[in-house]
């Protein structure tokens, strides 16, 4: 299943709901050009809400990085938000937990981009001992 992206804007933040798999080929290509294209409008304050995102493979990381970096070169920020657990390993998940501000839900990731509002973030950890629980029971 390949890439499918929405944008809206909610706050004056653009959130950008993926859908899919983010691979490589067209569907890291649509996500770099989304985000050029947001570079250029100078709306620099970004979500992507990663719900349904399926798969995740080192293109598709190499992808999300790039966008991280072209954003905040910029004077922005790309937060992620609403990680799919089941479909992402732990390895991609440490890894994007490690570069990007990850929230629980797209609201929290809003709400990061104004000082004085309660945000929750994503904890790994407490997913990964959720995952012990599980699996010693």
Known sequence: MDLRLDKREKEGIQ?????????????????????????????????????????????????????????????GALKLACLNIEYLSLDVLTKLNTVFEVFVDEQD??????????????????WVRGLEKVSWS
């Not at 809003?110 to 407490?126: K, Q």
Request: aromatic letters at 8%.
């Open 109 to 126: 990731a809003a709400n990061s981009f104004f000082p004085g509002r309660a945000v929750r973030h994503y904890d790994v950890l407490e």
């Open 15 to 75: 959130i950008l709901d993926l859908r899919g798999h983010l691979k490589a080929g067209d569907s890291e290509a649509t996500l770099r050009t989304t985000i050029n294209a947001l570079v250029k409008a100078n709306a620099l304050n970004v979500i992507l809400n990663l719900a349904e995102v399926t798969r995740i493979d080192a293109d598709g990381l190499e992808a999300l990085f790039f966008c991280y970096t072209q954003i905040r070169e910029c004077g």
